[in-house]
């Protein structure tokens, strides 16, 4: 499918939207989300959730755990593994898709990272061309306990025929002390836009349409040290099914997917922090002189 190698500079989100639409749209018709699917997801993010919070009583980073991955890390390798074996992972109705990357942001503080990651304004800039439009419904004044509220619309035209993405998203940044934070990042709603960018386009219903992308979740470590920010993300979707004929075919092609966006969001995020350090340093040189 060389069509699904086209658009890497993508983030998680954007990418697997299209390439899992493209996917979908040539081995199965429209499906809508069942009360079990949503029960099934709301229990394995639950889940996830609290093995952050025990995260935060000891072993915080993934990478400080065994396989040198804090030293592949540390030598500017974007390590990206998925959170099981077997992946993605079968529900009723549904796969959840659950991977885990990590990178090493050089010279960055944290205060700027998060700052960086907030301005939803700009993900049109930071993750073109697949982000059409975001809204910010709400940001938090308080630093110390973010929680804000945005929406962000994905299409491509070429891979979506006429197909968008519409995402309403809650996160909230939890700092436990000076070097380290967490974020919890989940949708709320998710609709598609039918026949988008033309005089008849319209929205779905939530749950309703191709099924390619149900809901999202992101799970996001930071940690200042070594002169700068470990920066882990855990990005957990949901997505309809694939018929029991075509999963040894369609599993590798996903789990292909899911590496390779993630692995471009993080790129794509280390661009957009890289700017801004080298914006703030460039500012401290002219102001000290």
């Not at 205060?111 to 439009?133: H, Q, S, T």
Request: charged share 25%; with cysteine; hydrophobic share 40%.
């Amino acid at each position: 499918m060389p069509q699904m190698q086209r658009h890497t500079r993508l983030n998680w989100t954007s990418t697997s939207a299209i390439r899992l639409a493209l996917l979908f749209s040539r081995v199965v018709n429209g499906a809508e989300l069942r009360p079990e699917t949503a029960h099934a997801w709301g229990e394995y993010l639950a889940t996830a959730n609290a093995r952050m919070i025990d995260r935060t009583h000891g072993g915080f980073l993934w990478i400080d755990e065994p396989d040198e991955r804090l030293w592949r890390v540390r030598a500017g390798e974007i390590v990206v593994a998925p959170m099981r074996t077997k992946m993605p992972i079968t529900v009723p109705h549904g796969l959840v898709h659950h991977w885990i990357g990590a990178l090493f942001l050089r010279g960055a503080h944290l205060d700027e990272v998060i700052a960086r990651l907030r301005e939803y304004d700009r993900y049109g800039e930071f993750y073109a061309p697949a982000v059409k439009n975001v809204q910010v419904i709400e940001r938090d004044s308080n630093p110390h306990r973010a929680r804000d509220r945005f929406t962000v619309t994905l299409a491509n035209e070429s891979l979506f025929s006429k197909r968008a993405l519409e995402s309403e998203y809650a996160s909230q940044y939890t700092p436990l002390d000076s070097h380290r934070s967490y974020l919890l990042c989940q949708s709320v709603r998710v609709q598609e836009w039918s026949e988008y960018g033309t005089a008849k386009q319209h929205k779905l219903h939530p749950g309703e349409g191709s099924g390619y992308l149900w809901e999202i979740a992101t799970i996001s470590r930071f940690q200042e040290r070594d002169s700068g920010v470990y920066l882990e993300m855990e990005a957990i979707a949901l997505s309809r099914d694939v018929p029991l004929q075509l999963r040894f075919l369609v599993d590798p092609i996903i789990r292909r997917i899911a590496a390779s966006t993630l692995t471009a969001s993080l790129q794509e995020t280390q661009k957009a922090v890289e700017m801004r350090v080298e914006t703030a340093t460039l500012r401290d040189k002219v102001g000290g002189l």
